[in-house]
């Protein structure tokens, strides 16, 4: 019996229970040692994590909707991310949207920004003249508003995909 | 061209609006589902206790 058992006993005398404890109560016959060596630990994960070029997931998920989770390997989450986004474009674009070109005024200005949140898919679809000029119909104010909040959709899909490269969420 | 009704864009927008809110708000796949059905809820919800508003401040 070890000294902690000893111990352990001490606070039982004279109570009768100092000599039944050990077989109600068996004791370990040799100390239980841990070691952390090789063992990941969150300061570890997250030095690794911050390491090279971190804006990488950020730039690419603004760029192409749901790249950035595919380059951290995050395959379901950024096809679902990339399916929403690009869902919510299409269904604006169908809609005969507008996509803002200029920015005259203070809202033109913000739906410009909104837009510009779909990083590629407003280059190319201004390059390939999709969307409408002017709304025409009614469901074209719709598809503008789908437009504009897939592009900040885009931007916050982007953002996480670089909190998970930091390691700031996992 | 695409049409939808009203009722069908909203509940367009709220799919791909809960989704994304969904993954990017939580952490683990469970959390992610409720919060995105939670988010759903919201959406549609809020769109139709709105509209019924304003239909009674029509009349």
New interface residues.
């Given amino acids: 019996m070890g000294q902690s058992d000893q111990g352990f006993s001490d606070l039982f005398k004279g109570h009768g229970l100092a000599r039944a404890l050990p077989a109600a109560f068996p004791q370990p016959r040799a100390p239980v040692r841990y070691s952390l060596k090789g063992m990941a630990n969150p300061q570890d994960k997250k030095a690794a994590a911050a390491s090279g070029f971190v804006y990488l997931p950020l730039i690419a998920g603004w760029l192409v909707p749901g790249a950035g989770h595919f380059l951290l390997r995050k395959w379901g989450r950024g096809a679902l991310l990339a399916l929403s986004v690009l869902g919510m474009f299409s269904i604006g674009i169908a809609m005969q949207g507008k996509l803002y070109a200029g920015a005259h005024d203070i809202l033109e200005m913000l739906g410009l920004a909104g837009d510009l949140g779909n990083g590629l898919l407003y280059v190319v679809s201004r390059a390939a003249g999709w969307g409408a000029d002017q709304i025409t119909v009614t469901t074209g104010d719709y598809g503008t508003r789908f437009l504009v909040v897939a592009g900040l959709l885009n931007v916050i899909a982007a953002v996480d995909a670089h909190n998970l490269r930091t390691g700031r969420k996992t | 061209?695409?049409?939808?009704s009203h009722f069908t864009?909203v509940l367009?927008?709220a799919?791909?609006?809960s989704?994304?809110?969904g993954?990017?708000q939580r952490?683990t796949p469970r959390r992610m589902v409720r919060y995105g059905l939670y988010c759903f809820v919201l959406f549609v919800g809020a769109a139709i206790v709105l509209s019924w508003l304003m239909f009674l401040i029509a009349r």
């Fill in positions: 061209m695409l049409h939808p864009a367009l927008f799919l791909f609006a989704i994304v809110f993954i990017t952490d």
